[in-house]
């Protein structure tokens, strides 16, 4: 029909269009914020572009829902300022005949969005969290960068080396070593990495060793200063300690579900509420648009954006209330996403039926006290 695929194809464009939009803001926030954390060493910069795939990845529930709330109010609010909108209405189109062609142009979206907020947002919060683990859990000699002192992986150490190649060696070693009875200073012109029986190990040359007793108790402190050839150091390598086991952002669906604790409970709300709230959406932009001809439509545009920032934050606040046990899970999702739908629903039967609020007749209306003597 022609009512259907001129509805889908502007839909198509304004969703497009939309998305575009938002990917763009989404990945230029993102790039900001994972540059600082490179630049502060919380993440490897050669990570930088991988980080910031699975942070989009992990908002593209979000990103979704909003496109496609905005797109169809964007084209409503277009049909009702060229006055398309009364043409189907005349036709014999009410707002309910709406409903198909927006669910049948929306449930790809859906079904991308439930796949994501199910399967894809542990899957991105799992894979963010293993790079960052890689880069804190490095070994001693991959934190040493030429020309500036880095602390290694426990604390213990700071090395310094003014160069290095690409044989794994350098000149101008300084390494500064603290523990609870003593501090040494160890600086050597030359060093290279060796593996002695399958332990990498730092061997200096041509250096010497400054060490100082800080035994408790003692009258005197003790300074020892010795010269060597060659002195071997071992190198402290990081290992993977895996996912924190109390966090459930990277626990699957699935199993959250097999696990039904009040925190994991909580997860359930938000990864389900994503989805439901996308659907939601749709139903809510038919029912709120409304532009007047002689107006602009800005007014529809800014109040659809409230509606979902509002949405959202009951999204976070019903993953709070659920793990804190004030509500349970489906006590919550009922009053929650049930409750605005059925809101929805309502506010679109009243449009659909040309409904108006009855006047209590406290007071006059504007035209009454005009035609009052």
Do not use: C
Request: aromatic share 8%; glycine share 8%; net charge positive.
């Amino acid at each position: 029909m022609l009512f259907q695929s001129t509805l889908r194809k502007e839909l198509a464009r304004s969703f497009g269009a939309t998305l575009v939009v938002l990917v763009t803001i989404i990945l230029t926030i993102v790039l900001i914020r994972t540059l600082g954390q490179a630049s502060r060493g919380t993440v490897n910069p050669q990570d930088v572009m991988l980080l910031m795939a699975y942070a989009t990845l992990g908002r593209l529930p979000t990103i979704l829902s909003l496109s496609l709330f905005i797109a169809i109010v964007s084209v409503l609010s277009r049909l009702y300022r060229d006055s398309e909108m009364v043409v189907w209405l005349v036709s014999g189109k009410g707002m309910a005949s709406f409903i198909g062609p927006l669910l049948r142009f929306a449930w790809p979206v859906l079904l991308v969005t439930a796949f994501s907020a199910l399967w894809l947002w542990p899957w991105t919060n799992q894979k963010t969290q293993e790079l960052r683990q890689r880069y804190e859990q490095r070994s001693d000699l991959d934190r040493v960068a030429p020309g500036q002192f880095q602390e290694s992986s426990d604390g213990s150490r700071v090395f310094f080396i003014d160069r290095n190649s690409r044989e794994r060696s350098g000149s101008d070693i300084f390494i500064a070593t603290t523990t609870p009875d003593s501090r040494t200073i160890t600086s050597a012109r030359s060093g290279r990495v060796e593996v002695v029986n399958g332990v990498q190990m730092l061997t200096l040359e041509n250096g010497e060793r400054l060490e100082i007793s800080t035994k408790p108790g003692q009258e005197s402190t003790p300074i020892r200063i010795s010269d060597f050839e060659t002195y071997g150091a071992r190198i402290n390598g990081g290992s993977i300690t895996g996912l924190d086991p109390d966090s459930n952002k990277f626990v699957s669906t699935w199993r959250l579900f097999q696990n039904p604790t009040r925190p994991n409970q909580g997860e359930i709300a938000w990864r389900l509420g994503l989805t439901l709230s996308a659907l939601n959406l749709v139903l809510l932009a038919l029912a709120m648009t409304h532009v007047n001809p002689r107006t602009g439509r800005s007014s529809n545009l800014i109040l659809a954006i409230f509606l979902f920032l509002v949405y959202n934050n009951l999204l976070t606040l019903s993953q709070n209330w659920v793990q804190a046990g004030m509500v349970s899970l489906n006590t919550m999702m009922l009053a929650l996403h049930g409750g605005i739908f059925l809101l929805s629903l309502g506010w679109l039967f009243k449009r659909h039926q040309g409904l108006t609020l009855p006047r209590l007749g406290l007071w006059p209306s504007w035209r009454d006290r005009k035609a009052s003597p």
